[in-house]
């Protein structure tokens, strides 16, 4: 289990690097990056929950410069 929630954390993490590099993000991407990190929300540790809210937090601070 504990491998599948690494798994879900990094692709949270690479879901929202493609969208805040991405010269024009669409909302798809947006939602996307949303939904991966509210999987791997559910599965991981107490740190990494904290790094998913900043990631979070990170796709809607780059929503709003756009």
């Not at 909302?27 to 990190?37: D, F, T, Y």
Request: glycine content about 0%; overall charge negative; aromatic content about 4%.
């Amino acid at each position: 289990m504990e491998n599948m929630a690494t798994n879900l954390f990094k692709q949270a993490k690479n879901a929202v690097a493609q969208f805040t590099n991405s010269q024009n993000p669409s909302e798809q991407e947006k939602e996307a990056a949303r939904s991966v990190i509210q999987s791997a929300f559910t599965s991981a540790s107490p740190a990494e929950q904290q790094q998913l809210q900043e990631l979070e937090r990170k796709l809607e601070q780059h929503n709003e410069l756009k």
